[in-house]
């Protein structure tokens, strides 16, 4: 049995579940509950608070999770990065008032910054070669400039609007971070394998979700161009149409690369190009 921490309300949630749901693992508890067992398959879900998460696996009290990279780098426990899993995305940034001249990051030699987040913020100005305070508090950072806690702020910022909305402006980006599937590096050899079979599921949901099916009628001499631009997981699936001189190409896409192949693919007299979206892609 791997016991599988996630965040037990917030902003990791949701998408947690939902990407174990997707790689096919059922649970009947509801999230309220403070365990999960999965009727078909060897994991029990923990519930916590995301910043526990990464203590909990050092303690081998959970045997993997689902964190922010900013907190697997902050907490700094025994604890192996996975897999990056493709939400949450967000940056951890260093802002100042939106007053302030900044005239690089020598501009924080000597100033206060407060942040949830003091080993990363430590670690970055050590890079820089600066001295600065830094203030740790636990929530509602963006005000601390405003109420003279601190000159400067080093918090998460997604859209940037919490920052617009208390006069604050972005000077550095610490680092990025999405979510990130983590586990003890001394998993017991059957929960590594339970691991490894979930990983293979993670990894097929996340091939899915980046790759599409396209279907396409297409003249017959187009078809060896479209194939070298298309090639799809092998090759392409041609069957000739009713209409003479036709045929019905099925390939996969990569997501990013399709719009601009669309135009191509006209320009080649494809016609009739539908999309659809695939589930899971073995490879
Ligand atoms: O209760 P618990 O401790 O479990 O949750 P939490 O309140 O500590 O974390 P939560 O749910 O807010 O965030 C969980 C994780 O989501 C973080 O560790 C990040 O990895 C990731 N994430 C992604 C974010 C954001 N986007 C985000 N926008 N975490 C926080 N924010 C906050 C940020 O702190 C700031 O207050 O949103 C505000 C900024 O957003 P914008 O859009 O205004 O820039
Ligand atoms: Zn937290």
């Known amino acids: 049995m791997l016991r599988i921490a996630i965040q037990k309300s917030g902003r990791l949630q949701e998408d947690s579940l939902k990407l174990l749901k997707e790689s096919g693992l059922h649970f009947n508890n509801g999230k309220d509950q403070l365990k999960a067992k999965a009727d078909n398959f060897p994991v ?4 916590l608070r995301d910043d526990d998460i990464p203590q909990y696996i050092e303690d081998q009290v959970a045997d993997a999770g689902i964190v922010g990279e900013n907190i697997l780098i902050e907490k700094e426990k025994k604890n192996e990065l996975i897999r990056r899993l493709d939400f949450a995305k967000c940056r951890l940034s260093i802002a100042i008032p939106r007053a302030e001249t900044y005239t690089g990051s020598t501009w924080l030699q000597g100033k206060n910054i407060a942040t949830s987040y003091p080993n990363i913020v430590r670690k970055f100005l050590k890079t820089k070669n600066i001295e600065a305070g830094i203030h740790e508090i636990s929530g509602s950072v963006e005000i601390a400039p405003g109420i003279g806690l601190a000159d400067a702020i080093c918090d998460i910022v997604s859209s940037g609007s919490t920052l617009l909305s208390n006069g604050l402006k972005e000077v550095e980006t610490v680092m990025t971070s999405e979510a990130v599937l983590i586990a003890s590096p001394n998993l ?13 599921r ?28 298309i090639p799809g997981m092998k090759s392409p699936t041609i069957m000739p149409l009713g209409r003479p001189g036709w045929s019905s190409l099925h390939s996969v896409v990569n997501e990013n690369d399709f719009w601009k192949k669309i135009n191509q693919l006209k320009s080649y007299g494809a016609e009739g190009i539908l999309v659809i979206p695939i589930e899971k892609m073995i490879v």
């Open 202 to 229: 993670i990894q097929s949901v996340q091939s899915a979700k980046n790759n599409k099916y396209i279907l396409m009628n297409c003249p017959n001499e187009a078809i060896e161009k479209i194939t070298q631009m």
């Open 188 to 200: 017991a050899s059957e929960k590594k394998a339970v691991l490894n079979d979930l990983l293979f």
């Open 44 to 47: 029990e879900l923990l519930f």
